[in-house]
């Protein structure tokens, strides 16, 4: 009930394809859907987030589309750059149980080949 | 610079040891975390603090222990009873406890031999 599952583990995109990635959740209670990107030897950072008021969010080349009734969010990234090749999470927290739990998937390792 | 900050980056202990991670945080937030990262697993959850003087464990509490003596400070004690001691530890804090945004440190590795 409190996991979420990301796919794929690893993924390889040549420059400027547009590299998915997919998670799915159960708890329905959940209202919050952030991405994390990390770089190798470094912590985890805020790329960006989602309530599921709303079915998609774009910033720059990073859009997450979310499908409330299927219980399924992904992160796409348009025109993939060598720079984005990173450890990207997908995560989920009920923001109103106040228990600061984010839960979060077990990762995506995306490399970009110029 | 408000941030995050983790030290030693890197940490080498033998067998038997307690070892003790540093984190501290200068961005005034109440919530603090502790996770441990493991290739292919994700991101675990040690324990966390909502406030000073109070801490809860989360997933993976066996073997560790914490103290949230003041509010800039969360170290994490990585005990001789923690059988696979060997991962990287990552700190992180929130404004509260209840969000969804959390900013992570630069992380320590730990080798225990």
């Known amino acids: 009930q409190q996991q979420v599952k990301q796919s794929p583990q690893s993924l390889i995109v040549q420059k400027g394809g547009i590299s998915i990635i997919n998670c799915a959740y159960e708890n329905t209670a959940f209202d919050y859907f952030p991405w994390y990107q990390q770089f190798p030897g470094k912590g985890p950072a805020l790329l960006i987030a989602?309530?599921?008021?709303?079915s998609e969010k774009k910033e720059g080349r990073f859009t997450i589309s979310f499908n409330k009734s299927a219980k399924q969010f992904s992160l796409h990234i348009m025109d993939s750059q060598p720079g984005d090749s990173a450890t990207y999470f997908c995560a989920a927290i009920y923001l109103s149980g106040n228990t600061g739990k984010l839960i979060f998937g077990q990762g995506t390792t995306l490399q970009v080949k110029p | 610079d408000g941030g995050i900050t983790q030290s030693p980056k890197y940490l080498f202990r033998k067998e038997g040891q307690n070892v003790t991670l540093s984190c501290e945080q200068n961005l005034n937030h109440d919530a603090m975390y502790w996770y441990r990262q493991d290739p292919g697993q994700g991101l675990r959850l040690i324990y966390y603090?909502?406030?000073?003087?109070?801490?809860q464990k989360g997933d993976i509490a066996e073997g560790y222990s914490v103290s949230r003596e003041k509010k800039e400070s969360f170290p994490l004690t990585v005990t001789s009873a923690q059988k696979n001691p060997t991962a990287f530890y990552l700190c992180?804090?929130?404004?509260?406890?209840?969000?969804?945004?959390?900013?992570f440190g630069p992380g320590t590795r730990l080798t225990v031999t």
């Open positions: 603090s909502q406030i000073v003087n109070d801490f």
């Open positions: 992180a804090s929130s404004i509260q406890l209840s969000s969804g945004e959390q900013y």
């Open positions: 989602i309530r599921p008021d709303v």
